[in-house]
């Protein structure tokens, strides 16, 4: 099973932006991939995914402020958020889209 480790997070005011970094234990050329959050008190949600061809979608959210991309070649994936609001403040998690373990989570705190 594929082991995640999700890094890139902290406190930024609103309307920063933060880059996140997933790096998975082997390679995932072959599965769609995707960044999750959950806020406190909220359930998990899909933030946006990416395919294995490169394609990507995005919760309507997120929508033109966050950006997901990888590199199959470092075993990658990486979600640039920018305009960020305090609504963003959650834990942030990468995974498989069908499924899996879940690795520790970055915290993204959007605060003044």
């Known amino acids: 099973q594929v082991q995640f480790v999700e890094s890139g997070g902290g406190l930024v005011q609103p309307g920063g932006s933060l880059r996140l970094s997933c790096a998975a234990s082997?390679?995932?050329?072959?599965?769609?991939m995707g960044w999750y959050r959950q806020a406190p008190g909220k359930q998990r949600e899909l933030v946006a995914t990416i395919t294995k061809g490169g394609s990507t979608n995005y919760a309507d959210s997120v929508k033109g402020r966050f950006t997901i991309s990888r590199d199959n070649a470092k075993n990658t994936v990486d979600l640039q958020m920018s305009s960020l609001k305090p609504e963003d403040t959650a834990v942030y998690y990468c995974?498989?889209?069908?499924?899996?373990?879940w690795g520790q989570g970055t915290q993204v705190t959007v605060s003044s």
């Open positions: 995974r498989t889209v069908i499924g899996g373990s």
């Open positions: 082997r390679s995932i050329s072959t599965y769609g």
